[in-house]
C-alpha cells in the first residue's frame, strides 16, 4: 500500500498534494510533552510513503521525522519520500568562523539516511549549487517557484500596469528571472550587505530609476523581513509609486505585516510550501508532476 503522510502543520499542502497524486492522505498525531519531548503516532504501515513537511522552526521537526521515518521503517516501508519545500539548514554551507558546524552537510546526510527520495523547493543554495551535492548518492530534486510567482504578478495585472519585479541580490537572481520570464517582465537584481541577523542594507544598480512603477520584490525567503524592508526603502528612494511582495517561504510572523504595511508593502504573498495566511500560490501540481519522474 502506498500511502501521503501530513502533519497538523502541514495538512493543507499534505491533502491538495494527495488529491493531485491520487493516494490516501494520513495524518500524524503528535503530543508535545511538557518536558519538550514528541510523541509521534500514525496507524498505519506502508509499502511506500510521501512524507509532507516543511522544515522551517526545524529542530523539533526534524526529531519527529526521525522517528516516523525509523517507525515506518520497522513495519517493513521500502520506500519513503520526503516532500519538504522548504529544507532547514541549508545557508551554513561552509564553516564561516573557525569552529563553526557545516549545517548543510549533516543535514544532507541526516536526512539522505532516512528517506530515499527528498523533494524540495527552492533550497537556499550559494556555495554549493546541487542538491544532488547535498544527498550524495540519493534521488533528490529541488524545485522553482519562479515562474509560478511570476504566474502570479501576471493574474495581477502586471504587465499592463508596468511592473517592475527587483531581487534583492544575485542570490535571488534564478528566482527573480524564472518570475520574470514567465509573468513578461522586466527584473532588476540589487545588492545586498548583511552586517547581522536583522541588519541588511540593498542596494540597486547604478542608474536605477523606478519612477512611478510598481514594484515586485521577489526573494526565496522572508524570515526576519529586514531584506525586505531595505528593499523597499531603496525601492521608494528611487521613486517607486507601490510596492509589493512575493516569497517562496514565509517563515517571518504574521505579526510583521503590520510593519510591512507601515514601511509602504501593499501585499505580501507566499507559495504554500509552509502554511502561512499570505499563501496565494499552490505548490501541489509543480510537486507532484516531479514526484511522477523521480
Ligand atoms: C538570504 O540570504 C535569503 O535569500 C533571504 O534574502 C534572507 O533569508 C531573508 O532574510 P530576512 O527576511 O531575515 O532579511
Redesign the pocket.
Known sequence: MDILIGFPDSEALAGSLAGRIGLAAHQVVLHRFPDGESLVRLDAAPERAIIVRSLDQPNNKLVELQFLAGALRERGAKELTLVAPYLAYM?QDMEFNPGEVVSQRIMGSWLGGLFDRVVTVDP?L?RIHDLGDVFPGGRSAALTAGPLLGQWAKAQGAVDQGWVILG??E??EHLVRGAAMAAGLDSIVGL?V?RG??D?TVGLPPGTDLTGRTVLFI????????????ATKVAYAHGAARVLAATVHA??PIERLAAFKVAGIETVVSADGIAHPTNAVGLSDLIADRLATL
Open positions: 545557508r537556499h550559494h534583492p541580490d542570490e535571488s545586498k548583511r541577523d536583522t541588511v526573494d526565496d525567503i522572508i524570515s526576519s523581513g529586514g531584506t525586505l524592508l531595505d517563515v517571518f
